[in-house]
Every structure is written in C-alpha cells, then in structure tokens.
C-alpha cells in the first residue's frame, strides 16, 4: 500500500445526481482518486488497471463556498459546443485549500502488463522515474482546471500529527455512497461503494476497508 | 440451420429493497423509509381492522401481507410473478390519497390531518416533485380557498387537483406485457428525484439520469419519506433525513409532519430544518427516527429558468447541541408566525347597482428575525450573525425591505437580548452600551424640541436613520469604528461602556467588527424609549412613521 499526500488549492468534487446545483462532494470519490492517479501515470486506458484499491481521506475542514459560473450542455445538436443555448449558468460549489490523503493498494489488481498502479506511482514520485512518464498537460483532481499544488509520498509529508483526517472506507452500513466506477453516457453503468466519512490518523488503513475499482460489467455479471 | 429456442427465464418471485444498497443514495434511501413508513401503516391497519373492504386484498387479511420488514431492507414476495400489480396497486393507493381535492398522504400523519397544513403541504410538493403540468392533472389556475382557524376566516390559494403521478407509479416497476416485475432500467426524472436533469437535452436518450426497479421503487416514495414545505409562493426546501433504521423511522415518521399551519410556516432552509428537529425533540433525534442528520434542498426559480424551480442549494445539518436547542427554543417563542389582518374592498354589480363592501380578511405574517437565528445556530455561528442582512436586503418575495419589518420585531428582540443567549464577554455590554447612547440622542433631541411634535418626530426619524446607515454601510473596520465612537462620543456618562469598555473594546477590532456592527444594529433595532413621556413618544412616533413607510 502506498499513502500520497495531495494539495489542490481550488476543487470540486460534484456527486453525480447533482445536475443543475453542482454540489460537491467533501472529498473526490474513489473513481475520481482512481483517474487522478491514472493521469498522474501517464495511463490512457482506464480498464488498465481495474481491481486497485484507493481512497481518499480530506485532513481538516477545507472552506466551502457557492459560485456562479457559466456551464456547458448540448441542447441543440447543430450549434457548437460552448455556443448559443448549449451555455447556461449555474450554481456550483467549491472547495479552497483541499488537503487529501490517498491511499493506494494493487495487491488484487487484474493486469500487470506495465506493472501495477501502485508500483508506477511509487515510480513517478522519484526523480528518475518521473521523467520516464509520458502524459498531457497539467496534473488535475476533479475538473480539469483544478489543478493539483503538490503531490508528496505521506512519509515526506509536512507536519501531520495534529491534524485529523476524515476518510472513506467502507462499511456495510454505511450512510454515503461514492461512485468507484462512472458511466459516462448514462448513469445506469455507473456503480458505487458504501461507507462512512470516518476520522482517522496517517496510518495506512485496513486493505479490505479501501473501495475497489471494478469495471461496470464486472461488477453486473457477479 | 435449425434456430435454437430462447431458454425461457422464470420472472422474479421477490424483490429486496435494501437500506445500504451501494446504489441508494440519500434520497433514495428516504424513499425506501418512506416506503416502510407505508408498509407499517398498511400492517397497523389490518391489525386493528380500520380499513374498508377494498382497500387490500383478501389474502393480505387471511394470510398475511406479502413482504417483510426489517431495520436495513424490504422483501417482497409475489405468490404470482405475472400479476406483481397486485402487490403494488393497494400500495401507491394507500400511500398517494387526494381529499378534497388536495395531495393527501395519509401515512405521514396521524389522526385527522388539517385542510390547511394539506393545502401547505401540496404547495410543497408542488415546488419540488411534481412542479411540471405533465404530472398533474386538474384545475389551472388556483382558486381562493378560506378555511376557519381558531374562529377566524383565513384566504388560502390551492391548486385543485385530480390525478398526479405518483397514483399510478406501480404501472412503471411492471412489464406492461407480461405482467412481471420490469427487469429493465428506468428513468429517474426530476418528478421522482428533484434536481436529476437530463444532462444534455440534445442526447436525452443517453444521458437522463437512470436507476434499477429498486431505485424507482424507491424514488416514488421519496415524498413520504422527504418533508416538502414552502417557503413562500416561488420557492420551497426539500428537507431528506439521513435514514439509518427502517422501523425507527417507520414508527416515528408522522412526528416529522407538522400538526398546524403555524408549524409549516418556515424562513429557509436552516429555520426548517431547525423545527422539523424541534418537532422531534431535538436532542433525542437520533433515537426517535434514527437520522443522523437533515439535509435540506433549496429549489427556486433562477434568472436563466423562471420556468421552474431549480435546485439552488444544500446543506446538511446535524441535530443542535443542548446549547444552541435553548437558544433556538427561545427564538421559537419570541419570534413566532403572527396572525395578522388588512381590509379588503369587494366590489359587485354594475352601474347604479355597483356596491362596495368592506371585509377584514386575515393572514399568518412570519418573522423575518426567527429564520436567521436557525440558520445561524445551524452553522454553528453566534445567533445575531448576519443581522446587517435584515437592514440592507430586500426580500425576494416581494422586493420590499426588510427592515420595514423590523418594528414588528422589536418586543421579541427586546425579549431575547434579555434571555440568556449571551456566551461571550462584552456582548451584551456594547448592546447596553449602544441603547444608552440612543436613549442620551432621543433625550436631547425631545429637549430641544419641546412643544414641537412634528418637528420632534422628524429629528427621531432623521436620527434613527443616520446610525442605520452608518452602521449598515461601514466597509471595514475604521469606518465602523468611526460611526460607533461618533454614537459614543455625543452622549456624556454612558455607564454601560465605562463598566465594561476592557471587554467591548476586542470587538472593535479587525477580527470582531463584524459582529460589533451586528450587535450595534440588533441594538437600533431594539431600542425602546424608556424614561420620560417624550421619548415614549418618540420611540411610538419613529415605530409608526416606519409602519407607515412599510
């Protein structure tokens, strides 16, 4: 298992059923944890490396405030993206001085052909081997003009002790859902985790606790 | 090549609704508690034999009902996987009444439910769930309504309705061709779960927001288990308890459903959420309907869709500590719905035998004080924060000020300065402080005026007006503290600020100004002339002359 210790100083993490009020999330889901550190690889092939394990863990209570902002939505086919009634405002809230804590463990992932993620973050975080890493423009968390300020392993971390940190694990009875797996099109592909926002120090957690990617037909056929 | 039969799959003979199902999030998960909610009263009704011979099928009475409840999922079992219409039908009938015209969910109250907390309630769901004409059918146009309230004739609008959606949602969870259970993925529409748009209308097909049979199911029961209650005529909240155990909830959910108009009369989101809480005792929420909290959604119409009412926020409030209960108790008592009332003209005939009468028609005026202290106390700030707000804005409803309000206000803020609300140093004092320095203004300016009424009732008015502006308009910390030391140093001897000018003072610096222009403006606002005849009068002629402007 591997623990990265991010900054973003401006974010949003929007639930998916939030369509016209883009609430946000208190902390990304294990599908956006899981895109991020794919982009982070240089991975364009998000099936690459299903059955990973990651969670997020938001250290304080970052600040939260309300925007409006211009969106777009396809509503006639014929005009451009971003033109005429294919933009509308909306609402939609945002996070400021996002510190987050992730965890990251391969030991079930499906295929190792370029190693496992966990293995290829570790390698990105060293200087030799982040100049191996070929991928497009800045490192995103969320949306992606949400750029990420800094990405340390836990161990370098600054001074953490104080701090509380809540993350989500799993929990069978658990009262927050957070997607592990998005359907871009529609929604009925997309699949969730159940767990709990639980207060918990910089030790890596239980593995069999971290929300597992899993692809949207695995999870249907099982 | 011969062609191979399809091996023919048997339909399902049960369905499970499960509290923590991954793909229920909270709204659904109200649903499924709304769900039980229906289930137990449909189970209470057989027991004690109150129900009329077609309500529920014969079998339901003779063997017993064809589901199981438990604290975290519902099973149902169809003894007949080709009629499962035959489970629903008496559901959706049981649960989506009308009477009189008007959106009647009999599960969500006990006893007999008032005509006007119904015709609250429907304006509610009007707001949220079935806000398109698509999802109801009945009159057009609201009609007048009066409805007598401890004697006295009240004027409601409603909506008359006949039909809406939610009546026949049981025909959406069946194969219509098959009678089955529908295996397929269905819609989850605004109708169902307000704020879930089409993502793109240009590809409705791909992206609309969908869910499982389960996940409809439960959406059709969000209104039971959600509270819907306007805020006025536009604009609404949809208060979803975070549900943690079916039974607890099913018991205790007709304790969320207010018992009077007064009770459905809310401010915003936090004052809501805040009674809704209260209506259950606050500090024992947990145990009496298992939520940990109350998330609230705010829909109203926006600029680029006044249309419909668009989700436009949300917050999720945690029960109150025992402190911040008692607080709110208080701003309950002191800033209470009001009855009120206006003369209405009618006039009827034509010509020569046009005839005007007069009538005294009455309505509920709402505290414009009450809603900010909730919110306040929701997001855990000092109950005053914010109090600026109620002298510089305007309210949405109607576009008037909100401070033409404010002197309907003043006995209950002049009570509640008195309470025991006051936790930190030098509160209390820069408000004693700013109500001596009024009282040596008003005292002075009935001197120089003496035997000059209008004249009097001018400079009163002018003066109330300098300090509102001055404190409601200062920027930053030095323009504040110029207006407030301007207020002090006109009135010599001002004891309050002598006695306790070490603990007032930390809140005139760049960290608390804010609050010390909240104080000083409650202070204006609750100011009572007390002491000689003259200031009396002055304090009733400014209080009229600002009814008047209202």
Request: hydrophobic letters at 40%; proline letters at 5%.
């Given at each position: 298992m591997i623990g990265l210790y991010v900054t973003v100083p401006i974010a949003s993490?929007?639930?998916?059923?939030?369509?016209?009020?883009?609430?946000?999330?208190?902390?990304?889901?294990?599908?956006?944890?899981?895109?991020?550190?794919?982009?982070?690889?240089?991975?364009?092939?998000?099936?690459?490396?299903?059955?990973?394990?990651?969670?997020?863990?938001?250290?304080?209570?970052?600040?939260?405030?309300?925007?409006?902002?211009?969106?777009?939505?396809?509503?006639?086919?014929?005009?451009?993206?971003?033109?005429?009634?294919?933009?509308?405002?909306?609402?939609?809230?945002?996070?400021?001085?996002?510190?987050?804590?992730?965890?990251?463990?391969?030991?079930?992932?499906?295929?190792?052909?370029e190693g496992t993620l966990q293995q290829r973050v570790a390698a990105s975080l060293t200087t030799d081997g982040r100049s191996r890493i070929s991928r497009f423009g800045g490192l995103s968390l969320g949306e992606s003009t949400h750029m990420v300020d800094e990405v340390l392993p836990i161990q370098r971390a600054p001074e953490l002790a104080d701090e509380s940190v809540r993350m989500f694990l799993l929990d069978k009875s658990g009262n927050f859902t957070l997607p592990v797996w998005v359907d871009h099109v529609g929604s009925s592909g997309t699949r969730n985790a159940l767990g709990r926002l639980i207060e918990v120090g910089f030790e890596p957690p239980d593995v069999s606790r971290l929300p597992k990617i899993q692809d949207s037909k695995v999870l249907m056929t099982k | 090549m011969a062609k191979t039969a399809k091996a023919k799959v048997a339909p399902p003979d049960h369905l499970e609704v499960s509290l923590f199902d991954p793909e229920m999030d909270l709204l659904l998960r109200a649903g499924i508690g709304g769900l039980a909610t229906t289930l137990r009263w449909i189970e209470r009704?057989?027991?004690?034999?109150?129900?009329?011979?077609?309500?529920?099928?014969?079998?339901?009475?003779?063997?017993?009902?064809?589901?199981?409840l438990s604290s975290d999922k519902i099973l149902f079992r169809f003894a007949d996987p080709e009629k499962v219409e035959d489970v629903f039908k008496p559901i959706f009938q049981a649960a989506f009444g009308l009477c009189e015209r008007t959106i009647d969910l009999q599960t969500t109250y006990l006893g007999k439910q008032q005509q006007s907390v119904r015709v609250n309630l429907q304006r509610g769901l009007m707001l949220t769930f079935l806000q398109h004409g698509k999802t109801r059918t009945g009159e057009k146009k609201d009609s007048e309504l009066n409805i007598e309230i401890d004697g006295k004739s009240f004027q409601f609008s409603t909506r008359c309705l006949d039909w809406y959606k939610h009546q026949d949602g049981y025909q959406d969870l069946i194969d219509k061709k098959k009678g089955t259970l529908s295996q397929k993925s269905a819609e989850l529409p605004g109708t169902l779960y307000p704020g879930a748009a089409v993502r793109h209308n240009g590809f409705a097909g791909q992206t609309k927001y969908e869910g499982s049979v389960s996940q409809l199911l439960a959406a059709y029961f969000a209104p039971i288990g959600t509270l819907a209650l306007?805020?006025?005529?536009?604009?609404?909240?949809?208060?979803?308890?975070?549900?943690?155990?079916?039974?607890?909830?099913?018991?205790?959910?007709?304790?969320?459903?207010?018992?009077?108009y007064r009770d459905c009369l809310i401010g915003g989101s936090g004052d809501a959420v805040l009674q809704l809480y209260a209506r259950l005792r606050g500090d024992d929420t947990k145990q009496r309907l298992a939520v940990a909290s109350v998330t609230a959604f705010v829909f109203r119409p926006t600029a680029w869709a006044s249309q419909q009412k668009s989700r436009v926020a949300a917050e999720k409030i945690e029960p109150l500590d025992q402190r911040r209960l008692e607080i709110f108790r208080y701003a309950k008592d002191h800033f209470a719905p009001r009855k009120a009332s206006r003369k209405v003209t009618v006039k009827t005939g034509k010509g020569?035998?046009?005839?005007?009468?007069?009538?005294?028609?009455?309505?509920?005026?709402?505290?414009?004080?009450r809603p900010l202290i909730a919110d306040n106390l929701a997001h855990r700030r000092d109950w005053f924060t914010g109090f600026t707000k109620l002298f510089v804005d305007r309210d949405p409803a109607n576009g008037k000020p909100f401070r033409d309000r404010l002197p309907f206000e003043r006995t209950g803020l002049i009570a509640m300065i008195k309470a025991d609300v006051w936790d930190k140093p030098g509160q209390m004092a820069l408000i004693g402080a700013v109500h001596h320095a009024l009282r040596g203004r008003y005292g002075q300016i009935a001197s120089e005026t003496a035997n000059q009424k209008a004249a009097m009732q001018n400079r009163f008015r002018g003066e109330y007006e300098r300090w509102r502006l001055a404190f409601s308009g200062a920027k930053t910390a030095d323009q504040f503290r110029h207006s407030i030391c301007d207020l002090f140093s006109r009135v010599p001897a001002n004891k309050e600020l002598q006695a306790n000018w070490t603990e007032v003072l930390p809140w005139l610096d760049e960290s608390g100004w804010q609050h010390a222009r909240d104080l000083a403006l409650l202070a204006l606002a609750s100011y009572q002339g007390k002491g000689a005849k003259e200031l009396a009068a002055a304090a009733e002629a400014s209080e009229d002359a600002d009814s008047a402007s209202a």
């Amino acid at each position: 298992m591997i623990g990265l210790y991010v900054t973003v100083p401006i974010a949003s993490f929007r639930r998916g059923a939030a369509r016209e009020y883009w609430e946000t999330l208190p902390l990304p889901s294990p599908s956006t944890v899981y895109g991020f550190l794919l982009s982070m690889v240089g991975e364009v092939d998000r099936t690459c490396h299903i059955g990973a394990r990651c969670t997020a863990g938001v250290i304080g209570h970052p600040d939260e405030s309300t925007v409006l902002r211009k969106l777009w939505r396809i509503k006639d086919k014929k005009l451009g993206l971003g033109n005429g009634s294919n933009v509308r405002p909306d609402y939609q809230e945002l996070l400021t001085d996002v510190r987050l804590v992730i965890w990251l463990d391969s030991s079930e992932e499906v295929t190792e052909s370029e190693g496992t993620l966990q293995q290829r973050v570790a390698a990105s975080l060293t200087t030799d081997g982040r100049s191996r890493i070929s991928r497009f423009g800045g490192l995103s968390l969320g949306e992606s003009t949400h750029m990420v300020d800094e990405v340390l392993p836990i161990q370098r971390a600054p001074e953490l002790a104080d701090e509380s940190v809540r993350m989500f694990l799993l929990d069978k009875s658990g009262n927050f859902t957070l997607p592990v797996w998005v359907d871009h099109v529609g929604s009925s592909g997309t699949r969730n985790a159940l767990g709990r926002l639980i207060e918990v120090g910089f030790e890596p957690p239980d593995v069999s606790r971290l929300p597992k990617i899993q692809d949207s037909k695995v999870l249907m056929t099982k | 090549m011969a062609k191979t039969a399809k091996a023919k799959v048997a339909p399902p003979d049960h369905l499970e609704v499960s509290l923590f199902d991954p793909e229920m999030d909270l709204l659904l998960r109200a649903g499924i508690g709304g769900l039980a909610t229906t289930l137990r009263w449909i189970e209470r009704s057989i027991q004690s034999e109150q129900y009329d011979e077609d309500d529920f099928p014969e079998s339901w009475i003779d063997d017993g009902v064809p589901w199981e409840l438990s604290s975290d999922k519902i099973l149902f079992r169809f003894a007949d996987p080709e009629k499962v219409e035959d489970v629903f039908k008496p559901i959706f009938q049981a649960a989506f009444g009308l009477c009189e015209r008007t959106i009647d969910l009999q599960t969500t109250y006990l006893g007999k439910q008032q005509q006007s907390v119904r015709v609250n309630l429907q304006r509610g769901l009007m707001l949220t769930f079935l806000q398109h004409g698509k999802t109801r059918t009945g009159e057009k146009k609201d009609s007048e309504l009066n409805i007598e309230i401890d004697g006295k004739s009240f004027q409601f609008s409603t909506r008359c309705l006949d039909w809406y959606k939610h009546q026949d949602g049981y025909q959406d969870l069946i194969d219509k061709k098959k009678g089955t259970l529908s295996q397929k993925s269905a819609e989850l529409p605004g109708t169902l779960y307000p704020g879930a748009a089409v993502r793109h209308n240009g590809f409705a097909g791909q992206t609309k927001y969908e869910g499982s049979v389960s996940q409809l199911l439960a959406a059709y029961f969000a209104p039971i288990g959600t509270l819907a209650l306007p805020i006025n005529r536009g604009s609404a909240v949809l208060l979803v308890p975070d549900v943690q155990d079916l039974l607890l909830f099913a018991d205790n959910r007709r304790k969320i459903t207010p018992s009077s108009y007064r009770d459905c009369l809310i401010g915003g989101s936090g004052d809501a959420v805040l009674q809704l809480y209260a209506r259950l005792r606050g500090d024992d929420t947990k145990q009496r309907l298992a939520v940990a909290s109350v998330t609230a959604f705010v829909f109203r119409p926006t600029a680029w869709a006044s249309q419909q009412k668009s989700r436009v926020a949300a917050e999720k409030i945690e029960p109150l500590d025992q402190r911040r209960l008692e607080i709110f108790r208080y701003a309950k008592d002191h800033f209470a719905p009001r009855k009120a009332s206006r003369k209405v003209t009618v006039k009827t005939g034509k010509g020569k035998a046009a005839k005007s009468t007069e009538r005294e028609e009455f309505f509920w005026s709402d505290s414009i004080v009450r809603p900010l202290i909730a919110d306040n106390l929701a997001h855990r700030r000092d109950w005053f924060t914010g109090f600026t707000k109620l002298f510089v804005d305007r309210d949405p409803a109607n576009g008037k000020p909100f401070r033409d309000r404010l002197p309907f206000e003043r006995t209950g803020l002049i009570a509640m300065i008195k309470a025991d609300v006051w936790d930190k140093p030098g509160q209390m004092a820069l408000i004693g402080a700013v109500h001596h320095a009024l009282r040596g203004r008003y005292g002075q300016i009935a001197s120089e005026t003496a035997n000059q009424k209008a004249a009097m009732q001018n400079r009163f008015r002018g003066e109330y007006e300098r300090w509102r502006l001055a404190f409601s308009g200062a920027k930053t910390a030095d323009q504040f503290r110029h207006s407030i030391c301007d207020l002090f140093s006109r009135v010599p001897a001002n004891k309050e600020l002598q006695a306790n000018w070490t603990e007032v003072l930390p809140w005139l610096d760049e960290s608390g100004w804010q609050h010390a222009r909240d104080l000083a403006l409650l202070a204006l606002a609750s100011y009572q002339g007390k002491g000689a005849k003259e200031l009396a009068a002055a304090a009733e002629a400014s209080e009229d002359a600002d009814s008047a402007s209202a």
